[in-house]
């Protein structure tokens, strides 16, 4: 054991960290061996601090001549004894370790756990417990409106939908005589028959199914499609349809929305309810029309899973992103009447709806509702754009989603559901990852 600094090297000495007998002065015989000490140790509550000497005491410290070890030292220069001061406030009794906090365990007086991080596990809460935690992150009105949500105008019954950045440079809702479309796949516009049925061709539609990739800097940029690595605008499209398709609809469409229904009473059990869901659309000729519907609580049960027949000619089941095929859609039992009643037992105005882009849900199934959380609001990107799910899943939940397959079965609701539930629950554990919101 070495003496501690300014530790003098005779007699008895004691401070709060450490007790330490020491044995007679270094003399040239009393060699280096010759010397042990016994440290009686006691716990710091802090470390103890220098003060000027009371008195100083001489004393010479010592050094090994060049090759001589283990030869008895010599003694060398002077230094003044300074000494701990003695009357060093005694350790508390709550004393707390540095293993204990680590361990999760500080206690309340600790400085250390002045400002730590405690994590509480909102999924064993009861949804009376979780729904204060969920009402900061539901959407404004203002945002409801920018981000083009149906919304009832005061005094009328008809849906209004706001233009976006999206929706500016093309014409989302026509007149009922009007023929002109565009394809929301190769952009070409076209026009259907006088009896508002589809034309249909070999090939007439070419185009790239999958978005685009950036790769390189400067001179080295490209911008690929993901699909077939083609270099963006370089080729019309890697894929071939019979039929164009389109996601424009008939303003007359907009008086069919239906408000959720307002709480029967103050102890309606759907008012203190959340639930996340997610819509799987399929190409008819009258536009997108709603085919499956998944909802499930916070705890990730299934509450419904309903499959709808759209009343107008299927285009094209999109199998490639709804999951779903013309023999899935054929034998679906509900309609979209039927689906509003079912949906209304569980939802009230007052029903926390949590999904990803959830306009495009609610116009599908012709709804108004406002109690809303957006998780494409809620973690948008820094440059204040809207993140893919996909991407939104793997990024912060490690998962992989929506298998990126021709021959999958593309979306599942059920999957998109639960993953935004996931979300929630991440952004309540990691507030930092949500973005601030007025």
Not at 15 to 25: E, I, L, N, W
Not at 51 to 67: G, K, L
Not at 114 to 139: A, S
Not at 257 to 285: G, H, I, Q, W
């Amino acid at each position: 054991m070495y003496y501690s600094p300014g530790s003098p090297p005779y007699g008895n000495y004691n401070h709060p960290m450490v007790t330490v007998a020491a044995p007679q002065p270094l003399t040239p015989e009393y060699g280096y061996a010759s010397y042990h000490y016994a440290p009686q140790y006691q716990e710091p509550a802090f470390m103890p601090y220098y003060v000027s000497p009371v008195q100083s005491v001489p004393y010479y410290s010592t050094a090994y001549p060049n090759n001589s070890y283990p030869s008895p030292p010599i003694q060398t220069s002077y230094s003044p004894q300074y000494m701990y001061q003695q009357n060093s406030p005694p350790i508390p009794q709550q004393t707390v370790s540095h293993d204990k906090i680590l361990s999760g365990a500080p206690k309340e007086n600790c400085l250390v756990a002045k400002g730590r991080k405690v994590h509480v596990d909102h999924r064993t809460m009861t949804m009376e417990q979780l729904q204060p935690f969920l009402i900061p992150f539901k959407m404004t009105n203002a945002e409801l409106e920018t981000n083009a949500y149906p919304m009832f105008r005061e005094g009328s019954r008809t849906a209004s939908i706001a233009e976006t950045t999206y929706t500016l440079n093309k014409k989302m809702f026509l007149d009922d005589f009007d023929m002109k479309r565009t394809c929301s796949r190769c952009q070409k516009e076209f026009k259907l028959r006088p009896d508002g049925t589809m034309v249909r061709e070999k090939d007439i539609c070419r185009y790239h199914h999958r978005g685009t990739n950036r790769n390189g800097k400067r001179d080295t940029f490209q911008k690929r499609y993901t699909c077939c690595n083609e270099e963006y605008n370089s080729t019309p499209g890697c894929k071939f349809s019979d039929v164009h398709v389109f996601d424009q609809l008939f303003k007359k469409e907009l008086a069919t929305f239906y408000a959720t229904p307002r709480p029967t009473s103050a102890n309606d059990p759907r008012s203190n309810k959340a639930y996340a869901l997610d819509c799987e659309m399929v190409y008819t000729v009258a536009g997108p029309a709603l085919a499956r519907l998944t909802m499930v609580d916070m705890y990730k049960n299934m509450v419904l899973d309903l499959f709808i027949k759209p009343p107008t000619e299927v285009l094209d089941p999109n199998t490639e992103f709804s999951g779903l095929t013309m023999e899935t859609i054929n034998n679906a039992k509900d309609t979209m009447a039927s689906c509003h009643q079912k949906l209304f037992k569980f939802v009230n105005s007052e029903t926390i709806l949590i999904g990803h882009s959830l306009e495009s849900d609610l116009k599908a199934m012709r709804i108004v509702h406002t109690n809303v959380i957006d998780t494409a609001i809620l973690f948008r990107s820094s440059g204040d754009f809207k993140v893919a799910l996909k991407n939104l899943s793997a990024k912060l939940l490690h998962k992989n989603i929506q298998g990126d397959n021709e021959d999958a079965v593309g979306h599942d609701s059920l999957e998109d559901a639960g993953t935004c539930v996931d979300l929630i629950f991440y952004g309540l554990k990691n507030p930092e990852s949500v973005v601030i919101r007025k």
